[in-house]
């Protein structure tokens, strides 16, 4: 299984230099060529910046989590479905967003359902997280084919729901938000992970034999901040704790 990471920024994080790995916009997730998680107002611009543009080509099945603009931009789909036929997987709240455009092929999904997209198998679960629509479900993705991974952004610990399912898994990889970085989860804040959260998490996954020692945990959905070099400092704390940081462009194979 192919990972390719075009944005993975947190908000507003074009502060830094385009060379530096400081520099994060926001963008989804490519597996394998074909099967794109999540499509924020940044992706095609963030595709172009790192000359990655064409691999948006091949992608035929997106899946989105949750309609934040960090993750979901309607206008985004619509100009990838300008000429060719794209099949778009979201909670109800995602897909009404969505153009008439016929290109883009819709279904509806919700927590704790299965569907097959191309030769993988793809579990909904639900999420720690929540939008201004209180009666929109965010999801995180569990990925099944000849390897196992665990698309965890947005959410804060581990969903209680979601765990059921989870114990009972064995993950390749973990793509996890850290979106407080090393500023410490405080109730006013639930819904997303600091490095201090995501290491407990890492440790309960592995006591559960949910993961092992050869299970990748990849920390994205991180802010840019002008005051210190995010990535320079995050990267050893992380390694560490056995995570890595990445960063606008980040490929992996698991």
Known sequence: MKIRMLGTGYGECKLKKRTSKEYRGRGGVIVDDTLLIDAPSDLLS?????AMSDMLKTVTDI??????????????????????????YGSREVLV???DNPNIIK??????????VGSYYIATLPSNHSTANLSEECFNFLITGDRCLLYALDGG?????AWNVLKLVKLDAVICDAALEMEEASEKNLYHNDLGTLA?????????GVTNEKTRFILSH????KRREIHEELTPVAAKMGMTVAYDGYFARI
């Open 63 to 88: 899946i989105i989590s949750h309609s934040h603009e960090g993750h979901f931009c309607p206008e985004v789909i619509d100009k990838m479905a300008k000429k060719r036929k794209i099949r778009v």
């Open 97 to 99: 967003q969505l153009s």
């Open 46 to 50: 963030v595709a172009d910046e790192l």
């Open 107 to 116: 279904y509806e999904i919700g927590v704790f359902m299965q569907f097959a």
């Open 200 to 208: 407990r998490i890492k440790s309960i996954y592995e006591q559960n």
């Open 157 to 161: 610990w581990i969903n209680g729901r």
């Open 222 to 225: 991180i802010p840019t901040d």
